[in-house]
C-alpha cells in the first residue's frame, strides 16, 4: 500500500483561543497546527478542553481515537491523575487525541455519559465509548486502554 492509499487520520480540535473547531492531520504533527481562524496555535500533544457544545462533534468528527478525562477541578485523585494524562497525550501526539471535560461546567454530556465518579476515562473511537476505566490510573493502564484501537 502506497502513502497516497493510506486513509488520512484527523481529530477535530477546538482553538484554546477562540474557541473554532478545526481540523487537524494527525500524521503530519511535526509542526505545531494552526487555527484557521486566528492563526494561533492548536493543542495535539496536551489535553485539549472539552465541552457540552464541542464534545460531539470532536468525537463524531475524529478519525483517531479519543481518550477523554472526566474531571472536577475539586477532586483530588483527578489533580493527582493530571501529569500523568499530560504526559500521556505528549507520548501519544498524532495517534490519539486527549481530551478533558470538566463535569461540573458540562452536565450535560457528563449525565449523557453516566459519569457517576471522578476521575472517569472514557476512550471513543468512531462515535461511540469503547472503554472505560474509573479512578486515577498509572501511565500502563493508559496505554493498555489504547492498544489495538484506531
Given amino acids: 500500500m502506497s502513502s497516497t492509499d493510506t486513509p488520512t487520520r484527523h481529530a477535530i480540535v477546538p482553538c484554546g483561543s477562540c474557541g473554532k473547531l478545526n481540523r487537524v492531520q494527525m500524521q503530519a504533527t511535526s509542526g505545531a497546527p494552526v487555527c484557521g481562524t486566528c492563526r494561533r496555535a492548536l493543542t495535539v500533544d496536551a489535553p485539549i478542553t472539552l465541552t457540552d457544545a464541542t464534545f460531539d462533534t470532536v ?3 475524529s478519525t483517531v481515537p479519543v481518550l477523554v478525562d472526566f474531571y472536577a477541578d475539586w477532586c483530588g485523585p483527578c ?3 493530571a501529569p500523568v494524562f499530560a504526559d500521556f497525550a505528549r507520548r501519544q ?3 490519539v ?3 478533558k471535560v470538566n463535569t461540573d461546567e458540562n452536565p450535560g454530556v ?5 459519569i457517576r465518579s471522578i476521575p472517569t476515562l472514557t476512550l471513543m473511537h468512531g462515535g461511540r465509548e469503547v472503554s472505560r476505566q474509573v479512578g486515577a490510573v498509572p501511565m500502563a493502564a493508559l496505554e493498555r486502554m ?3 484501537v484506531g
Fill in 59 to 61: 468525537m463524531a468528527k
Fill in 79 to 81: 489533580k493527582a491523575m
Fill in 93 to 95: 501526539k498524532g495517534r
Fill in 97 to 99: 487525541l486527549v481530551a
Fill in 110 to 114: 457528563s449525565m449523557r455519559f453516566g
Fill in 146 to 148: 489504547v492498544e489495538g
